[in-house]
């Protein structure tokens, strides 16, 4: 069965870095897109990142546009969330998901992971 499965969340001052990475597993990689959501406490899931299935397109939320970058590696079965300049407000659960072709609507995606805890202190 498809897994996908984030890791590198974790406690980080406001102003740091981090790096998400999601390995996907039981599907052909390659041929999906690749988005990145998140959740905060109280609200709704929202969307972050996605990328193509070979890595030439990308799209961002007006929120993180110029901080985060998405990447991928398909020899890898890996994407990966590049966060810097991190802020209070992005203190979030985030999501990987996997669809066939770019979307930045959280109901259109098939497939998803459990979600990895990304908390920025002020």
């Known amino acids: 069965q498809v897994q996908l499965v984030e890791s590198g969340g974790e406690l980080v001052q406001a102003g740091g870095s981090l790096r998400l990475s999601c390995v996907a597993s039981?599907?052909?990689?390659?041929?999906?897109?690749m988005g990145w959501f998140r959740q905060a406490p109280g609200k709704e899931r929202e969307f972050v990142a996605v990328?193509?299935?070979?890595?030439?397109?990308?799209l961002y939320s007006e929120s993180v546009k110029g901080r985060f970058t998405i990447s991928r590696v398909n020899a890898k079965n890996t994407v990966y969330l590049q966060m810097n300049s991190l802020k209070p407000e992005d203190t979030a659960v985030y999501y990987c998901?996997?669809?066939?072709?770019?979307?930045?609507?959280?109901?259109?995606?098939?497939?998803w992971g459990q979600g990895t805890q990304v908390t920025v202190s002020s």
């Open positions: 990328i193509n299935w070979s890595g030439s397109s990308t």
């Open positions: 039981g599907l052909t990689f390659s041929s999906y897109a």
């Open positions: 998901a996997a669809r066939r072709g770019m979307s930045n609507r959280d109901a259109a995606y098939d497939y």
